[in-house]
């Protein structure tokens, strides 16, 4: 069983995006991911696909890396479809065998969903992909600090974020090698029915939970050693800087969203 994710890695090399300020990247991937959730035509996600791949390119990510993470939710974006090709009626008729009906309606809403969360999967990918787990606590923080006014630790929820997104593809990996060592004993993950299936990973939850638990308490027994504080009289050892390259990459960013918009009321 091979687990691949991208999201929470890191891939570091130069590129135009590695190099914008990592406030500007987190912005545009939030603004990008909630109009993407608002457009619903296609011209909208063929714009919103372009500037994916626009994107992808300048990043100087492997495309077969950003492809290899679409492997771990490829069940779900399928079943995605299903669920709205069979379940959303319509008057317009495609297919029709006894109780199975498609619609023309249907097919539409199917294929948008998917274009939808295919895209979102890549532009939360992205984001992760050229910020390192630093720079994404930075911008968090940064955005998270008005709230320091009212109570909010900032700082603390920034990290806890950060650290989330880091250890994904860690326990993914901890849980592949899980799998591995209970298939060399003998264990048999894959046939059976549901409940058989269910009960087969029991041996593999626990030592993942164990193992989850075990990194935790590392982690913080290192933080502690260095003398971990949060925010308090913390300093930063790179600064982070608006510069003209992120003033014309938010230039950029807003026309292509201004172009998703009106397409989506135009068509």
């Known amino acids: ?83 709205n090709i069979f379940l959303i009626p319509g008057g317009n008729i495609l297919f029709n065998l006894g109780p199975v009906k498609i619609s023309a309606e249907a097919l539409n809403t199917a294929l948008l969903m998917t274009a939808r969360l295919s895209i979102m999967i890549f532009a939360s990918s992205l984001l992760t992909l050229t910020s390192s787990p630093i720079q994404l606590t930075d911008a968090i923080e940064y955005y998270l600090a008005p709230f320091k006014k009212i109570g909010v630790p900032s700082h603390q929820i920034a990290m806890m974020m950060t650290i989330t997104l880091r250890f994904i593809p860690t326990l993914i990996d901890e849980l592949d090698k899980i799998v591995r ?28 939970f164990l193992s989850s638990f075990r990194r935790a308490d590392e982690l913080a027994t290192a933080m502690e050693a260095r003398c971990y504080r ?7 050892m790179k600064q982070m800087k608006f510069g003209m390259q992120d003033l014309y990459a938010g230039i950029i960013f807003i026309c292509i969203c201004s172009c998703i918009i009106m397409a989506n009321f135009i068509f």
């Open 1 to 83: 069983m091979n687990f691949n994710i991208t999201i929470g890695q890191y891939y570091p090399t130069d590129s135009i995006l590695h190099r914008l300020d990592p406030r500007v990247k987190l912005a545009a991937s939030l603004s990008f991911i909630i109009i993407v959730c608002l457009i619903d035509n296609g011209f909208g996600y063929a714009i919103s696909a372009a500037f994916i791949a626009a994107a992808v390119w300048a990043s100087n990510v492997p495309v077969k890396l950003m492809l290899r993470g679409m492997k771990s939710i490829f069940f779900f974006i399928v079943f995605t479809f299903t669920v």
């Open 230 to 236: 949060g925010d308090i009289e913390r300093t930063k």
């Open 181 to 208: 060592a209970q298939k060399a004993r003998g264990a048999d993950l894959d046939t059976g029915g549901a409940f058989k299936k269910a009960k087969a990973l029991i041996p593999i939850l626990v030592p993942l």
